[in-house]
Structures are given as structure tokens and as C-alpha cells.
């Protein structure tokens, strides 16, 4: 069965700091993997996914996600915080037909 | 772009009502999903469907059902609304055709409390 868990259900950082958000995934077969962020009483929106086709992965609003197959990981990163990427991030692992999400970090930012 | 719309963003039912949350998607998506979010519990699938008339239990589906009479529509039905259903339920619609790829798009949510 796959699977995602994601380390730290919060998370703060100062702004211009090093954003950094953990996903470990668990899947028997090749994982296609997701990054979604929600704002404040908003619906969820994709902020990159990895589909095999290279390992480091360039998302939105300046986030990139790296692939690591020998760590089952696959952690979101931002060089410079800023106050607007604050907001709740889910990690996802797709199946056949089923998304599985992970329980999501809140990052605050600090100014 | 995308549009998935959901009927309601808030809604207060009392216990025992029956209550349709509805979502419409523009994109001519093969599947829709219903999710509930609860804090710490990430987001649940109730329910999906990959075809008109087509639905799938996923991993909560007790106390719930589900109505696709129409490709762009997919309703989420509570038969007897009891207050551990009060939560925030999400929308969501994918292409089904880029296979494992696909992104799921998702509508604003719907803020559901029972009384």
C-alpha cells in the first residue's frame, strides 16, 4: 500500500530563512508524487509534482521538491521565506485512481 | 484554467437533516472526488468516480453517498447529518487521462457544522 507522512505538523521559519518541509513516501511500484499548498479557507493547489522525468522538480512561487529514491523522500524547499507562503502544505503519493495525502505542515512565517 | 465550483462555502444543518453538497467542474474530467479535511487528519477520501453513473467507496464512505447523473457534476449526499460530520469538504476533478500524472484540481471547499 502507498503511503506519505509528512514530519511536523508545524513549522516556522523567519522570513528570507531556508523553507524546508519533510515528506517521506512509501510505495511498492514507481511513486508519482505531489505537492499541494492551501490557503487560508481556500481549496488545495498544485504546487509541483515528480513524474520520473527528473529528479529535482521546479514548482510555483519558488518552491522546488528533490526526489530521492534512497531516502523515500521527497521534501519541499524555498531559498527565502516569504510572509505570503504562509499557509498549509500537503505531500501526496498518487495511486490508480486515489491520491493519498499526507496530514499536512502548517508554516508560519515570522517577520 | 480549471474551474472547480462548489455550491456552498458555508453551510449549518441540524442532526437528522439530509444534505447535498454539489460541485461542478468545466474541464470535461473523467473523475471527481469528495474529501473531508479535519485538523490533523490531513484530507479522507469519502468517495470518487471515473465515469457518469460510476462511484467508488474510498476510505470513509460510511454515513455518506454519492449522485453522478452528469460528467461535470458529482453531488455528495449526508442521508442524516449528525455532528461528527461537522468539517471542511473538498471538491476535486482530474483529467484521467495522463495516468499516474495526473493533477487533481481542486474546488474552494465547502465549511460544513452540524448543530
Known amino acids: 500500500a502507498q503511503s506519505v507522512t509528512q514530519l511536523g505538523s508545524h513549522v516556522s521559519v523567519s522570513e528570507g530563512a531556508l523553507v524546508l518541509l519533510r515528506c517521506n513516501y512509501s510505495s511498492s511500484v514507481p511513486p508519482y508524487l505531489f505537492w499541494y499548498v492551501q490557503y487560508p479557507n481556500q481549496g488545495l493547489q498544485l504546487l509541483l509534482k515528480y513524474t520520473s522525468a527528473a529528479t529535482l522538480v521546479k514548482g510555483i512561487n519558488g518552491f522546488e521538491a528533490e526526489f530521492k529514491k534512497s531516502e523515500t523522500s521527497f521534501h519541499l524547499t524555498k531559498p527565502s521565506a516569504h510572509m505570503s507562503d504562509a499557509a498549509e502544505y500537503f505531500c501526496?503519493?498518487?495511486?490508480?485512481?486515489?491520491?493519498?495525502f499526507g496530514t499536512g505542515t502548517r508554516l508560519k512565517v515570522l517577520a | 484554467d480549471v474551474k472547480v465550483t462548489q455550491s456552498s462555502r458555508y453551510l449549518v444543518k441540524r442532526t437528522g437533516e439530509k444534505v447535498f453538497l454539489e460541485c461542478v467542474q468545466d474541464?470535461?474530467?473523467?473523475?471527481m472526488f469528495w474529501y473531508r479535511q479535519d485538523p490533523g487528519l490531513g484530507l479522507r477520501l469519502i468517495y470518487f468516480?471515473?465515469?457518469?453513473?460510476?462511484?467508488e467507496k474510498g476510505d470513509i464512505p460510511e454515513g455518506y453517498s454519492v449522485s453522478r447523473e452528469k460528467k461535470e457534476r458529482f453531488s455528495l449526499i449526508l442521508e442524516s447529518a449528525s455532528t461528527n460530520q461537522t468539517s471542511m469538504y473538498l471538491c476535486?476533478?482530474?483529467?484521467?487521462?495522463?495516468?499516474?500524472?495526473?493533477?487533481?484540481?481542486f474546488g474552494p471547499g465547502t465549511r460544513l457544522l452540524v448543530l
Open positions: 476535486a476533478s482530474s483529467s484521467g487521462g495522463d495516468g499516474y500524472q495526473e493533477t487533481q484540481y
Open positions: 501526496a503519493v498518487k495511486g490508480t485512481y486515489k491520491y493519498i
Open positions: 474541464m470535461d474530467h473523467e473523475n
Open positions: 468516480s471515473y465515469d457518469v453513473k460510476m462511484k
